[in-house]
């Protein structure tokens, strides 16, 4: 009797509990872990200050940090190029045509998570004989849960003279953490926060607008992307930024210039100084 009262209760409050779920990946990794990598790369390589090499030719040495299989190693080398212009190098895409070699490596680039549950975790549930009709798991019963996603990067630099091989300058190692945090309670959610997101979002999408119908169709009036970084000019040509710092240019009138021809009173254009006789 008292079994078929807790299974009564459980029925019923699954019927005023919300549920929310995070579709599966198609990609080798989820749209949160890379955005989570890409975080914690983007605040490492800021740490690293290269202006010691500032209006020196440099070489990128790529092959300690690369991986086929995984785009985050591409980023990375990205992002460091990126933050060498930044601080005045000038890079060389061989090693004969540079005077420094700068030789990064990784750490570590991953992602890692933890859960945490207040309930009943899914169980399986052996099947004995012909009893077809009994399930094969009982699904998960959560009063209260949190996922919390964290990704890491490691990243070392160091610089040597390519002639003779004497070494110029280390960076020391450079590591950033950025995670994402998601909470479901009595089953909805996920309440997601973290430094990926703007504030507190539900179920993917801002907590103010959870309820809220779209105010227009998806596609329509998109804002124009983000700057991946502050405006700055590295070394553009001197014309070019004339063109986009000069004034408009203003007409102005010649007192000494010769009066536009007037057309006589047959209608032709006679030029300047000619006097029209009549026969």
Known sequence: ??????????????????????????????????????????????????????????????????????????????SLKQRMMACGCILKNTREEAEFVVEPRSGGIGTDHHDLLFGI???????????????????????????????????????????????????????????????????????????IHEGTNFAGGSLASALELPAELPGKKRKPPAAISQPAIFNAPVDLVAKKTEPPKTLTVDANAQPLPTPDSDGAVQPAGFESKAP
Request: neutral net charge.
């Open 1 to 78: 009797m008292n079994s078929g009262r807790t299974i009564l209760c459980l029925l019923l409050l699954g019927l005023f509990t919300g549920c929310g779920a995070t579709r599966l990946p198609n990609s080798v990794r989820t749209g949160t872990e890379q955005l989570l990598i890409s975080d914690a790369i983007d605040h490492a390589v800021e740490q690293i200050d290269f202006r010691l090499l500032a209006d020196q030719t440099v070489f990128l040495e790529e092959r300690y940090v690369t991986e086929p299989m995984d785009r985050a190693y591409p980023y990375l080398i990205s």
């Open 121 to 195: 975790p899914a169980v399986q549930v052996p099947q004995v004989g012909a009893l077809t009709g009994v399930p094969a798991a009982i699904p998960e019963i959560a009063i209260a849960k949190r996922q919390n996603q964290r990704a890491t990067a490691k990243i070392g630099v160091f610089a040597y003279h390519r002639e003779t091989g004497k070494p110029v300058w280390q960076s020391g190692l450079a590591k950033d953490d950025s995670a994402s945090t998601g909470v479901w309670v009595m089953g909805a959610g996920p309440f997601q926060k973290g430094a």
